[in-house]
Structures are given as structure tokens and as C-alpha cells.
């Protein structure tokens, strides 16, 4: 049984950043026209590392972040100024 639709944005706040510089991660939820609370946002950021020579390549990778976050309640949204950041 539907109970509605809901939206999500997830971005960065610019394409590219400096080592140590901090990373401003923005996640705009639209859940005005859901009847069902969002009770968590899980958050994971991966990294794959790709080496290629001679017509070879290996890969090797995991996970950088995870973060579970707060959600949103049925009928409202976190967008605009109001994003999870």
C-alpha cells in the first residue's frame, strides 16, 4: 500500500576540494507528499583506487564514511536552507 512519494538531492557543495580540506556534503529531502516518516539517512562515501599499465589493471578500495543521520517526518522537508548538512 503507497503512502506517498518522496525525494531526495544528495550533492556537494563544489566539484573538487584541496587534502585537508573540508568536505560540505548537502542531502535536501522532500518528504511533504509522504504520509511515512523517514526515520534515517545512511551516509557512506567509497573510494576506488584504479591502477592501469601495460593493458593491465587492478583495483583496490572501501569505504571512507558512514554517518547515519536523523530523517524526516511524514509531511515535511529539509530543502533550501533547512538541507542536512
Not at 26 to 41: F, G, S
Not at 67 to 76: E, S
Amino acid at each position: 500500500m503507497s503512502k506517498g512519494i518522496s525525494s531526495a538531492d544528495i550533492h556537494f557543495e563544489k566539484d573538487g576540494y584541496m587534502p585537508g580540506e573540508l568536505v560540505q556534503m548537502v542531502i535536501e529531502v522532500d518528504n511533504t507528499n509522504c504520509e511515512a516518516n523517514i526515520n534515517w539517512i545512511n551516509v557512506s562515501i567509497n573510494k576506488t583506487v584504479t591502477m592501469r599499465s601495460s593493458g593491465s589493471s587492478t583495483s583496490d578500495g572501501g569505504s571512507i564514511f558512514h554517518k547515519q543521520i536523523n530523517g524526516v517526518p511524514a509531511r515535511l522537508s529539509r530543502v533550501g536552507d533547512q538541507a542536512i548538512r
